[in-house]
Structures are given as C-alpha cells and as structure tokens.
C-alpha cells in the first residue's frame, strides 16, 4: 500500500509505486514518478520533472527536482533522474538539467549524498559514489563509479571525476581528477593512488602494480603526459584499469588536476 500522511500535499499527477510512504508536510507537485519501496520523510518537496527509482530513501528537508541556479534558464522542460536504492539525506538539494547541457541531471544507483549536499544541473552522478556533508557539485559535473568526495569539498564546473577517485574534505577540485586517484586540498592538488579504497573493493596486485606504474610514469617522472601516455601504452600489460585511465587521459577536457610529487612520494604505498 502507499501510505501518505494527512498533512502531505501530492499532486494528482503524481506516479507512486507499490509501498511509497510520505511523510507529514511533504509536497510533491507536478509529473513526478516514484518507484516501489521509496521513503519520503516529512518536509521534503519533490518538484516537477522528477524520477526517482526504487527503494530509495529521502529524509526530511530535502529539496528534489527544483529548477537550476542558471541565468539560461528558461523554464524548458529539463528532467532530474534519480536512480535504485539511493540515500538522500537532510537538506539536500538536486536540480533537475537545462537545455543547453543536455537536458537532464542523472543520478545513478545506491549513492549516499549526506546532509547539504548539492548536485547541480547537468550533472551525471554514477553508482555508489558517497558525497560527504556539505560537499557541492557545480554544474555539468561527472562522477563516475564509488568516488568518494570529503565533507564540505566543491567541484567546479565541468569537471570530470574517474571511478574510485577519493577527495578530501573541504578540498577545492577545479580540474579533472583521473580514476583511482586521491586529491587534497585548495586548489586541490593530486597525492597518489586511492590505495585504500581500491583494496575494500577488492583490487588485487595483478590490478594494483600496473596502475602504480602507471602513476609514476604520469606524475613522479620527469616526462611530460603525452609521453608518459606512450610508455604506458608500450611497457604495462593493458589490463582494465590501465584501459580506463588512458581513455581519462586522452578524452580531459579541463586537464588534470597538478601532483604534489612530495605528497606522491609519502602515499604511493
């Protein structure tokens, strides 16, 4: 059954699927769809042109779907798309696309975004990625898989973040941080693989060696990123992640963020 509290405001435009509870003084207006199993908390307003998958949870205060915080704007009818099994703590907010960046902000699947949180228009969240408190995605941003950004962290603009990429707290991202990479700091720089968290996803040596190789190459060398590309490509075994990291280098349209060789040199493990 779906369960929604006297004092909660649903449109009759709304979908609601099989177990949706809402919760006191929540509004949810407009086209909105939302899948089997999903917690709405009270005082969260989900707004139009919003999708949210199943068996997600959305604690109180929460704003879902609002229009974007761009002066191009013009009122088109952009899409916010919120994947399975996501967590949306309180006071999040998640703005729905513009026209000129595609048309919709993409959420994938089984994301934590804790409190004050914020994803912008355009973005294009992957699965399992954890936005610590306070972290803050401008506009057109990626995140690919299990990124994890510290609390009170900022990305800016149309900046690409590689899958298992770690960035500390209260760090200030304003160019491309590769995969499998830790950045720190502001302006963030970046310190050397995210060793720890590769091994809890259970990266193994045979994985493990050549992306390191690869690391020294690019960022504690003295060979410059086209070159470094070229001995990779020439001397590691072109295993996945080796793949992956050279189609991130190659496609960056931001550039990479610099290396703080020191800092390479204390954490490359």
């Known amino acids: 059954m779906v369960q929604i509290h006297p004092t909660a405001l649903v449109d009759k435009t709304v979908e609601l699927g099989e177990g949706v509870t809402v919760g006191p003084f929540s509004i949810i207006q407009g086209r909105v769809r939302i899948g089997h199993d999903t917690r709405i908390g009270s005082h969260v307003v989900i707004k139009d042109f919003t999708t949210i998958g199943n068996k997600c949870e959305i604690f109180q205060f929460a704003v879902i779907g609002e229009v974007p915080q761009d002066l191009k704007f013009q009122g088109e009818e952009t899409q916010l798309i919120i994947g399975d099994g996501n967590i949306i703590r309180e006071f999040a907010t998640m703005h729905r696309g513009t ?3 595609g048309g919709a902000t993409r959420i994938g699947h089984g994301n934590l975004f804790m409190a004050y949180t914020h994803v912008a228009h355009d973005c294009q969240v992957g699965n399992g990625v954890i936005m610590s ?8 941003i990626i995140l690919e898989d299990y990124v994890i950004l510290g609390g009170l962290s900022a ?6 973040v590689g899958c298992h990429a770690f960035v500390g707290g209260c760090s200030a991202v304003h160019r491309d941080v590769p ?4 950045a720190v700091g502001n302006r963030a720089k970046l310190v050397g693989l995210n060793l720890v968290g590769l091994k809890r996803h259970g990266f193994i040596d045979s994985a493990l060696q ?5 690391y020294e190459l690019l960022f504690l060398s003295e060979l410059n990123q086209k070159e470094a590309i070229t001995r990779i490509k020439n001397e590691l075994p072109p295993t996945p992640e080796v793949g992956h990291l050279l189609t991130f280098l190659e496609t960056s349209e931001r550039g990479l963020l610099p290396a703080d060789v020191r800092e390479h040199r204390l954490n490359r493990g």
Do not use: D, S, V, W
Request: hydrophobic share 40%.
């Open 99 to 101: 026209a000129g960046g």
């Open 133 to 140: 408190n306070a972290a803050t995605l401008g506009g057109h």
């Open 155 to 160: 990305i800016h603009q149309f900046c690409h």
């Open 179 to 182: 995969p499998y990479a830790m």
């Open 210 to 214: 050549p992306l390191k190789r690869a």
